[in-house]
Structures are given as structure tokens and as C-alpha cells.
């Protein structure tokens, strides 16, 4: 039954791949367009991803297709401004701030700003047109398409999304902020592309915000390619935070060149359906990666994260956090895997995933797994799954600290490891902001959003 | 210092296989191959009654509908299933009496292997039932036994006369479909051990299975279920070995443990199967199921393992926690040498209230070899307030060979706390050189530091295999160096 919902879903995808090829292909540089045919070959023989494939086996696919989803192949202009009703604020933080509306580059004057020093941001479908050099070099070489059914669909499909060019020793000052918005009258497929590229000695620091903006259906399926080139510095950071009726695909991959430092973090507030592929590979020497994640989920959502890091070479530090406290009836899944290759001696690699079930109702799968071929190595991994101390809750109630507080400090306390390790202080701010409102249930979409768009 | 680690690590790989013989007694085969007629042939040799052939033949529809479970961290070359012998017996020349009238060359066979058949000359209380190829040849203090109520006799015997537990219990912990290999096993399998302890009954000595492949070209099946009613208590060792030999043989055991309400079953492996020469050629194919379910309140199931040989070994010894307050544990030490390939683990499935288990795997990698731990912990909605502990550590020793641990975690209630932990690591230089340093050298203060590493599994064996899966550890290891 599963396999013909699937196989159904496939062929709408193949068909509308062939049919509508011709605007697909509008706009892009022959570089992406002559990556798509291949993809989506690789596409029509793997598909959309089933329980079948260990990956996946803890999420349910089919349903998140089923729903007639529009595709905008073309840019679409959104009838009111964005501007007026929508600022994701974070205070005294000065950042780049650009928007991305259904996977589509918002600003149609200047589609590439220049930055400080050389640095390029802007759409990914332009930047094509217009650095044809580095796409050569740097597009479709970290996201393999073989690697699922979803990177593959994205590769096929790709319009536009973000490009970020750091050239080399150039640091930039601001944080760049992207504003990854959903909002339509209908419901709504995108599948951005992202391509962000760092050289030599380069630093720099992104903060991307999800959100949906009207009460449709959406599902997003983005594929986020990261080049860290040698002794660069990079941290991502990744705020989830849409409504109940959305599903979010999402797939990083990371390249680290010699002595390369990345941080990156997800932070799911909200969402219906959340699926992060990390995919890291440390390429050359003496990289460091620091991979986090927190995910905040009731009522029937799921979040899903996998993670892979790649030791590929000697001499490289990975550590990888991932904290999940989980309410009403939400399922949460977490797999992450540590592979350090025959000759990457000197290794080290750590890796926890720590959760709390509040409810009977709430399940969580977690599979954390080693997979080791050289023998100079450290490498750990953890899991925990259980219930808030109660310990800890007699010793703040016995200091006169109600119930429901004292929970919650305890909840806060929880997810503040992960809250330390953003780098960027006014963000963390923010963010710890947003965590609590969260775990009190309030509303959690940025403050100032006044599309009350639907019920969280 | 380079050269000298080599050195030791050659001279570790190069250690000899010291079961590796082949004792030359009169042996009868079916012929090779495997269908329908084979398994009416195994049954009626064996004089079954007809709800057996109904079992076998059952399991054998399944299997032909299965397919070889591909997931393991394992490379198995194909095993053709018609180029083997199904069914191996020394040919007996007439009914045994006593101890006396057991082919010498077979007696002198378990002599060699340290094993007591002759109970007058007993050293250690252990009753040993003794499985030659497919057969059980010899059941020692089965008298004695008996007077206590206990039946622990060959599961051919356990047919005939006790029908009504085989019966009731055969195929109700490992179910004909269970898997690949347990239905080919429940197809085929032709002896084993049947051990029953009555309700209230402290078994008062260790019971112990010893099997013993000899024969060229067959695959070794057979089926071991224990049965502990009420209150018993029994303790349970099996060991294993094989001659050397240059084709793969195929061994696809099952077995069965049930824990009644009280209940308390220990059981112990030291598995020294042929594990192939340091070229990777030859040895055992282990695929073996083994599970228990503690079905009453407040049983308790043991898993204790040394696993040292096998080509390749797929095994997970799982508890079903059924019972409220039951409790499983699962202690595992695996060691590859070699070429060898290790894919074990086990299986807690929590379904009772206040249910504990325990996991403790230690497993060691040296030459060539693959070593994964694989593990299941589930805790469903109704079993409330479980608390599982795992522990996988794994040790390297020497650059060419992996470790690597797969472990799953599925909670599903808000009461139960799982904890996992795992860690990958050499021996430290540090710690070698502390040793060096009062004068120990670096091959015994390897041993010392593997055994230390291992000690907290091997505390859980009863003495006789404790000192014996020391030994082991310290013939395949001493001296390596990572």
C-alpha cells in the first residue's frame, strides 16, 4: 500500500519533471541545468525515501506528499510587503538581513548585494549566471545526489535560494541573517538551493529563521551546500520555527578544508513535520566541527535529525550535541553517525543525545552509531532518555519554588548547554528568549509577527 | 618499537587454534542437500512423532519464502544450502549402558577437550550433556538429576518422553519465522538439550552442553530450551569447538529460555568455534538465535558470553521482560582476530512494569577483523517506570581492523529511564608504559590491561569458565599491542 502511495508520488514528480523541464530550466545557468537531467535519473530509480531505507526508518514520507502541493517554477510576486508585516528581530544585532519567500530570492532590484571586502550575497539563480567560475568549482560537489531520494529531487528541481561568497582573508563583519519565509493562499512546495562558500582564512557567520506566514500547507524539501575552506571560520545557526501544517526537509552538507573551525545548530521551536540531514565531512587535517541541535515538540509534531560526520583525514575533532524535550504525543528520532576512515588516526569524536519524555504519549527513537576503521581514535557516544530529576524538583520546591516553575528552571536549565555554545551573544539572548516563551507554551513565533496566522 | 609492536601483533595472529583436531570415528550422513525429502529423512531417523515433521515442515515453508538478512556489518560469501549435510551421527554400535560402553574414540575426543563424561572421576560438579556433529552422545548425573525432578537430557529424548512440554514450550519464545535462520534451524535441527527444573527447585550443580563439530561438510543445528518453572534457579554453560578445517561450515543454533514466575536462569557461553587460519580460510559461520522470555513476575534472565572463534559470528541473546520486575542482563565479550567478522548484540524488550536490564559489551578487534555491537533497548507505553544501562566499549588493537556499534533506543513512555554509553579507544601507551615501568613486559601488561578491560563480564561466569574464558583471552590477545 505505502509503496504504490509512494510510486504514485514519484511519478507525478517525473511527469511534471518532463513536462515542465523547459521553465524549470528558465533562468538557470547551464551548470545547474546540466546537473538536473542526472539527478534526476539517479531520482526515478531511488525516489522518495521509504522506512526500507535505514535513514528513514523512523518517518513517515508518504502522507507529507500526498497533499497537491503547488509548485512555483516561476518567481511569484507576493501581493503585499513583506517588510510591513513581518520583522524577525533580534536585538542589538546588526546583520545583513535578506529574504527568501517560497524558496525564491525576495529582492527584485539588487538579486547580488556586495559586501565589505569583496564578499557576494544574493540569489542563488543569478549568482550563477554571474560566477559561472565558482559554480563550476563548487556546485553539486558536496550534495551528492546519490545520497537520497531527496537530495536528488532537490538537485532536479533547483531554481534559486541563497549564495554566499566569502573570498579569501576577508572577515565579515555583520551576521548575515536570511528570512526564509512561506506564505501563499495555496499550498505550497519549495525547494531552495543554497550554495555558501568560504576560501581561505574567511570567517563568517549566518542566521537563518524559518517561518510560515499563512495558515497553508507547506513542505519544503532545501538542499544547503557549505564550502569551508582552509583555516576558515564559519557557524550556522538554524531556527526552526513554522506551524503545525508544515513540513520541513532540510539538508545541510559540509565540506571542511585543513584546519577549518564550523559550528553549526538547529534549533526546532516549532514545526509539524522537521527532518535535518546533516552531512559533514572533514576532508582535510586538523578540522573541527561542532554540530548541535535542540528540538522543543508537542501535540503530534515529529522532528527527525540525522546526522553524519565523515572523519576523513587524521587529526580532526568533531562534537556533536543534541538535546529534545518532548510533550503531548510528539515523536522525536535522532540518529547520528560517527564514521572515521582507515587512515584518520588521531581522531576524536563525541557525540550525546539527551531527551525528555513528559508524557506517556511522547516517544522517542534514538540510534547513535560508531563506525570505526582506524585504531588511533577517541570516540564516545551517548544516549539518555528520562524524566526531569526529582531530586532537583524537591530541592527548588523545598526552596519554595511552585511546581510549574520549578519544572520549567529545570527544562531551561536542560536546554542551556546547547543555548552556550551559540557564539553570537545577542542571538543567544534571543534565543534563550524564545526557548522559555516556548516551554511556557506561549506563542513562539517571533514577537513581532502579526500575522496570526494559525494556532501553534 | 614499531617493529617489536608488529612482532607481537604477528605472534598474536599467528596463535594456533589448540581444538583444531579431527577424531576418526564411524560417522553416518545423509546425503547433501536441502528439501522436503531431507527433512522427512532427519525426522523419521530420529523416530519423530508426527506433530515434529508438521513443525519441521512448516518452518521449512517458511524459510523457502525468506531471503539471507543482509543488514549485518558482515561480509557472508553465499552459502549454498544444497552443499551440505544436513544430518551427521557417530554411528553407535549398540545401546549405551554406562559410561564404558562409549566409543573410546569419541570418549577420548571430550578427554582431550577437558571435558567430563565419566562421572566417577568427576572434578567439578557439572553435568555435561555432550552433542557430537548432530547428536547428543552422552548425558551425564542425569540420575541424580532426576531425583530432584530435573529433566536435562538430549531434545531427541526430550521428544519421546516428554512430548507435552516440547510441545507446549518449542517455538514459543523463537517462532518458525522468526528469521532466516531460526526457521532453517527449526527445519533442521537435529539434537540439543532439553532442560526442565520443576517448580521451587534449586539446580544444584551447573548443567553444561558441550558441542563439538567433527565432520567434514555438514552444518551443525541444534536447538537447546530451557525451561525454569516457578521459583527454580538454574545456571547453564555451553561451549563449543570445532577441528580446522579449510572450507566454511555452518552453524545455525537456536535457542530458548523460558523464566516462570521466580525464575532465575543464567546462562553462559564460551564459543571457541574454529575460527579460520590467520589467511582468513576456513572456520564457522555462527548465525545463532538465542532468547529468553522471563513470562512470570520477578524473573530474572542472565546472558553471559566469551565469544572468541566463529569466521563469523551474528548472535544476539535477547530478553523479552514480560513479567512486572523482571530483569535481563546481557554480558558480552567479543574478541576478533584475524579475519574474523563479529555482528552481536542484544535485544531488551521491556514489556512488564518496573523492568530492569543491564547491558555490559566489551568487544576487542585485532588484525583484520570486524567487530560490531548491535543492540536493541524498547521500552513500550505499558512498562512503566524500566530502567535499562548500556555500556559498549570497544578496544583497538592494531590498525587494519574496525569496531563499530549500532545501538537502538526506542522509548515510548514517560516513566522509564534508558541510559547508553559507548566508547572507542586503544590501550593507552601511558598505561603501557606504566606497567613497563615496574618491570612488567609489554605483552604481559597487555594481558593484564585487556583482562582488566574484560573483567567485569568475566566476573559474571561461573568459576569453571571463568578460568577457562581467561585463558582464552589471554591465547588470543596477550601481548598485542595497538
Known sequence: ?456 | MEKEQDKIISEVTGGEYKYGFYTNVETEFIPKGLNEDTIRLISSKKGEPEFMLEFRLKAFEKWKTMKMPEWAQLNIPEIDFQNIIYYAAPKKQKELGSIDEIDPKLKATFDKLGIPLDEQKRLSGVAVDAVIDSVSVKTTFKDSLADKGIIFCSFSEAVHEHPDLIKKYMGSVVPVGDNYFAALNSAVFSDGSFVYIPKGVRCPMELSTYFRINAANTGQFERTLIVADEGAYVSYLEGCTAPQRDENQLHAAIVEIIAEKDADVKYSTVQNWYPGDKDGKGGIYNFVTKRGICRGDNSKISWTQVETGSAITWKYPSCILKGNNSVGEFYSVAVTNNHQQADTGTKMIHLGKNTKSTIVSKGISAGKSQNSYRGLVKVTKKAENSRNFSQCDSLLLGSNCGAHTFPYIQVDNKSSIVEHEATTSKIGEDQIFYCNQRGISTEDAIGLIVNGYAKEVLNQLPMEFAVEAQKLLQISLEGSVG
Not at chain 1, 514520507?61 to 500526498?66: A, G, S, Y
Not at chain 1, 578544508?257 to 526546532?268: D, L
Request: with cysteine; hydrophobic share 35%.
Open chain 1, 1 to 456: 500500500m505505502e509503496n504504490q502511495v509512494l510510486a504514485d508520488i514519484n511519478t507525478i514528480f517525473i511527469d511534471r519533471f518532463k513536462n515542465e523541464k523547459s521553465v524549470l530550466c528558465e533562468g538557470s545557468s547551464e551548470l545547474i541545468n546540466s546537473h538536473r537531467e542526472k539527478a534526476f535519473e539517479i531520482f526515478q530509480k531511488t525516489g522518495i525515501p521509504t522506512k526500507a531505507d535505514e535513514r528513514y526508518r523512523y518517518i513517515t514520507l508518504d502522507p507529507v506528499f500526498r497533499v497537491d502541493y503547488k509548485s512555483y517554477l516561476r518567481k511569484r510576486d507576493i501581493l503585499f510587503n513583506i517588510d510591513d508585516v513581518f520583522h524577525c528581530d533580534v536585538p542589538n544585532l546588526e546583520t545583513h538581513t535578506i529574504l527568501l519567500v517560497n524558496g525564491w530570492y525576495h529582492d527584485k532590484e539588487n538579486q547580488l548585494t556586495s559586501l565589505p571586502g569583496g564578499a557576494v550575497i544574493g540569489s542563488f539563480m543569478a549568482a550563477a549566471q554571474k560566477y559561472p567560475r565558482l559554480f563550476e568549482k563548487y556546485y553539486g560537489k558536496y550534495a551528492d545526489p546519490n545520497t537520497d531520494g531527496l537530495t536528488a529531487l532537490n538537485t532536479a528541481f533547483a531554481q534559486d535560494g541563497i549564495f554566499l561568497y566569502v573570498p579569501k582573508g576577508v572577515i565579515l563583519d555583520k551576521s548575515i541573517q536570511i528570512i526564509n519565509i512561506l506564505l501563499s493562499d495555496e499550498d505550497v512546495m519549495a525547494q531552495p538551493r543554497n550554495l555558501f562558500i568560504l576560501e581561505e582564512n574567511s570567517q563568517a557567520q549566518i542566521v537563518v529563521c524559518d517561518h510560515t506566514l499563512s495558515s497553508q500547507r507547506f513542505l519544503t524539501n532545501s538542499v544547503t551546500e557549505i564550502a569551508a575552506g582552509k583555516n576558515s571560520l564559519f557557524d550556522f545557526y538554524k531556527i526552526q520555527n513554522e506551524h503545525n501544517g508544515s513540513v520541513q526537509l532540510s539538508s545541510v552538507f559540509i565540506n571542511q578544508k585543513k584546519a577549518s573551525n564550523v559550528v553549526s545548530g538547529v534549533i526546532t521551536l516549532h514545526g509539524g513535520i522537521i527532518r535535518n540531514n546533516i552531512h559533514v565531512k572533514l576532508e582535510e587535517e586538523y578540522c573541527e566541527n561542532s554540530t548541535m541541535g535542540l528540538y522543543l515538540s508537542d501535540k503530534g509534531q515529529h522532528v527527525d535529525n540525522y546526522t553524519f560526520i565523515d572523519h576523513a583525514s587524521p587529526n580532526c575533532t568533531s562534537n556533536e550535541l543534541f538535546k529534545g524535550v518532548l510533550d503531548d504525543y510528539a515523536t522525536g528520532a535522532f540518529t547520528g553517525k560517527i564514521l572515521v576512515r582507515k587512515d584518520a588516526q588521531n581522531t576524536r569524536a563525541f557525540q550525546a543525545n539527551n531527551n525528555i519524555l513528559l508524557t506517556d504519549d511522547a516517544k522517542i527513537n534514538t540510534k547513535p552509531q560508531l563506525e570505526i576503521w582506524a585504531d588511533d581514535v577517541k570516540c564516545s557516544h551517548g544516549a539518555t532518555v528520562g524524566q526531569l530529576d526529582d531530586n532537583a524538583l524537591f530541592y527548588l520546591r523545598s526552596r519554595g519554588i511552585n511546581e510549574k516553575e520549578a519544572r520549567m528552571l529545570l527544562m531551561f536549565g536542560f536546554t542551556y548547554e546547547i543555548m552556550n555554545k551559540i557564539k553570537i551573544e545577542p542571538l543567544k539572548i534571543r534565543i534563550s528568549n524564545l526557548i522559555e516563551k516556548r516551554l511556557r507554551g506561549e506563542l513562539s513565533r517571533c514577537n513581532s509577527c502579526v500575522m496570526n496566522c494559525r494556532e501553534c
